[in-house]
């Protein structure tokens, strides 16, 4: 077999996504979930967020995915972790550090709780506005998306520990 054709039949060659691809809207009840832990939901959104549990994956591609969460008001830390986790924020000014414990900003704000749990575990870079942008965070049931409701596909999150005892 030559050089040419051996390169005829083994491409190299990247193949580059199509722009026109339909938006999915994925949704994660967390009363449904069985670990309720914030990280843990945290790092299932971000993987859909990035297109990672799509077949067709591309790490510089904006896939049109969606994610509604909503009860987020449910989650539930282990530990001590409610008291003792802070949160840190700057207004910029001299000696303007503030923090929060998790157990205050769930009760006052779980939508901007989850929202900083889920920006942290996205990729810092051009992307990651756009596809914060695309998750919704509601504290409870109720949710202004009834219009998209025929379209969701639910998530129900399950331990991987609870799945490798169910293989062995």
């Not at 009860?71 to 000696?95: C, W």
């Amino acid at each position: 077999m030559s050089s040419q054709e051996r390169t005829e039949i083994i491409s190299q060659k990247t193949t580059i996504p199509q722009a026109s691809q339909e938006e999915k809207w994925h949704f994660i009840d967390v009363n449904e979930v069985e670990n309720k832990a914030p990280g843990r939901i945290a790092v299932e959104i971000s993987l859909y967020l990035q297109g990672k549990k799509e077949v067709n994956c591309f790490p510089n591609f904006d896939h049109e995915i969606y994610v509604v969460l909503v009860n987020a008001s449910k989650v539930e830390f282990t530990g001590k972790k409610l008291n003792d986790k802070l949160y840190y924020r700057h207004s910029g000014y001299p000696g303007g550090l503030k923090e929060t414990s998790a157990k205050i900003m769930l009760e006052k704000n779980p939508i901007k709780l989850m929202e900083s749990i889920v920006k942290g575990m996205l990729p810092p870079n051009k992307l990651r506005k756009r596809r914060m942008n695309r998750l919704f965070i509601f504290p409870d049931k109720e949710h202004n998306l009834q219009a998209r409701e025929k379209n969701f596909i639910k998530i129900n999150i399950s331990s991987r520990r609870k799945k490798l005892l169910n293989n062995e």
